[in-house]
């Protein structure tokens, strides 16, 4: 199967290829964590594919209580930046490991590189890391890490305006500093949405080329603008005021991150916390794997019998421009999966039909892959709910069927 692309399409994509394979573009990961516990019920036997992205929720999985867990990415920066992180628990303290990940700065940053950290790390990671070390320094207008890759650059300029063009600095803190969900939701209509939702912003919010920059393709955006009344711009304001209006900001570290620079040791991913980092250094840790690959590729060559797939949202681009390789991908998964395996995935869109549509051949017979798939759409539409990144559009979990039946 093939898909022919218009001379916009082809312009998006070559944009969104230069963006992806030249730079780091998740410097945390943008996908509840919470969720996915529940939704995994991670096991000490379960061996877990999760795609890196920025390796959070890959060292979340290990805490868990997953047995194996393998990050796999095609980029290989997100791969050096988790890297760095396992590397940065096994070598550092606490105070020092958070300097870099949960405050996003440190003074010390070179000197910790270049005297515990740089000698530990694969050659890629080395490379990388020598060239760009100064994310964590602290200098300049992006003074943390986490205004650092593009999808740091992007919340940098969202909250430049916010703060310095719209001033609302000050409702910013104050709605940080909210004690409810009715305080944040009072906040926000009396002093912030009408100031900030601007049409210059929905706009730029928009463009192609602001979507590269948060990692999203032009085949996700196309699938928001078709599903979602009122296009993109609309989507990304209605998913920030669920998170505002409808859920407790005090522990939502997704957003915070952006709005304040940095973590707080009590609002951070699992693996900032104290008791974590040592349990993580205490042995946990030997249970990850990076591999720089394709999902595919690594199936292939991996073992058999991994039971639970973490593969966040890049089928909704491979749908539409690589829809071989995202049958080639589903022959690898059911080959190499455990029986009674688990699959979890998002989507940009509210429909996902395109994956129940992929043509499969199993058991020397075709079929459609959803009639392998069993779906438990209550629970994911629950935690779904709970969501406190809101920037998917679904979310999935799904049995895999040894006979179709």
């Not at 394709?294 to 199936?299: G, K, N, Q």
Request: hydrophobic letters at 40%.
């Amino acid at each position: 199967m093939s898909v022919t692309l218009s001379a916009k399409d082809k312009v998006s994509a070559r944009l969104f290829k230069a963006v992806h394979s030249r730079n780091l573009i998740y410097n945390t990961c943008w996908e509840d964590p919470a969720l996915d516990r529940v939704a995994l019920d991670l096991q000490p036997d379960d061996r877990v594919l999760v795609i890196t992205s920025a390796g959070c929720n890959a060292l979340d999985y290990i805490l868990a209580g997953a047995g194996e867990v393998n990050a796999v990415d095609l980029n290989p920066i997100q791969n050096a930046l988790l890297e760095l992180k396992a590397v940065g628990i096994r070598q550092l303290d606490y105070p020092s490991f958070f300097e870099l990940f949960g405050s996003g700065r440190s003074s010390r940053a070179r000197l910790m590189y270049f005297d515990a950290l740089r000698d530990e790390l694969s050659p890629p990671s080395r490379r990388y890391w020598d060239r760009h070390v100064s994310m964590f320094e602290g200098g300049g207008w992006r003074q943390s890490f986490y205004y650092r890759g593009t999808s740091g650059l992007l919340a940098k300029l969202v909250l430049t305006n916010a703060q310095t063009f719209k001033r609302l600095r000050r409702p910013i803190e104050e709605l940080l500093a909210a004690r409810d969900v009715d305080e944040q939701r009072q906040l926000y209509e009396e002093r912030i949405r009408d100031v900030l939702w601007t049409p210059a912003l929905r706009w730029f919010l928009s463009r192609t080329a602001t979507m590269s920059l948060m990692g999203v393709p032009a085949p996700q955006r196309q699938q928001i603008m078709m599903q979602y009344p009122g296009g993109v711009g609309q989507f990304i304001r209605d998913s920030f005021e669920a998170v505002i209006t409808r859920l407790p900001f005090g522990d939502n570290y997704f957003w915070r991150v952006y709005l304040q620079g940095g973590y707080t040791p009590r609002c951070c991913p699992e693996y900032l916390k104290v008791d974590n980092f040592h349990r993580l250094k205490n042995g946990l840790l030997d249970r990850l794997n990076i591999r720089t690959a394709s999902v595919t590729r690594f199936l292939r060559q991996t073992p058999p019998g991994i039971s639970k797939f973490v593969l966040l949202d890049h089928m909704d681009w491979m749908s539409s421009r690589q829809p071989e390789a995202l049958r080639e991908e589903w022959h690898a998964l059911l080959e190499n999966a455990r029986p009674g395996s688990r699959v979890i995935f998002r989507s940009a869109g509210l429909n996902t039909a395109f994956v129940d549509s992929v043509r499969i051949r199993r058991r020397g017979r075709e079929t459609e892959l959803g009639r392998l798939l069993r779906y438990d759409r209550q629970l994911a539409d629950t935690l779904h709910a709970r969501d406190r990144v809101h920037t998917y559009g679904s979310f999935h979990i799904a049995d895999i069927l040894e006979d179709g039946d």
